[in-house]
């Protein structure tokens, strides 16, 4: 009877290990940074970063992917390694303070001696179909300085995607950097592209 017992136990381990889904992979938008020191002087500001918004149907813990036109899925086993509003926000910071040389001081306070630059970013559309492209919509705002002017601008982007889920995250990843030099280009020329 015992023997019984542990055969039936073994057999019902090894068929719930059969059942159980593979293991999740996780995601940044965030890329790595180059070694090399900057060639760029320091910037006479600094930047606040505020928390990025996207549509709710794309503020999930996975990857979520365009099947059709009017279907997504959201992958069991993608997911990003942080909040998705808060993986853009920390790689458009990230982008910025490399390409401008300056820091993101976020909620810490300012210094005395330099004017903050506050980006605000809407998402309207990130996109991921597999072996098609990846493109991303966004809104956002500068405000140089309490007193000085607000520019509203808007970026519109697509890459070519041949792959799947790692090509997909690659291409996002290139779609922050993208919106980072138009923000970028924006802060020096106090202008929308």
Known sequence: MNV?????????????????????????????????????????????????????????????????????????????????????????????????????????TPPPDKPVITLRVTVQQLDAWPQRHASLTARWQLRFGADEKMLTCRSQHQIAVTGGVPELITAQQKLIAALAADVSDAIKSRHCR
């Open 4 to 108: 019984l017992r542990v055969i039936t136990g073994v057999c019902l381990l090894l068929g719930l290990s059969g059942c159980a889904s593979p293991a999740p992979h996780y995601y940044t938008l965030i890329t790595p940074a180059e070694n090399a020191p900057s060639a760029i002087p320091p910037a006479a500001f600094v930047l606040r970063v505020q928390p990025v918004t996207v549509p709710e149907q794309l503020n999930q813990p996975q990857l979520v992917i365009r099947k059709s036109d009017g279907e997504i899925v959201i992958s069991d086993s993608a997911l990003w390694a942080a909040p998705l509003p808060e993986e853009i926000r920390s790689a458009l910071s990230a982008q910025l303070e490399r390409s401008l040389n300056t820091t993101d001081i976020r909620e810490l």
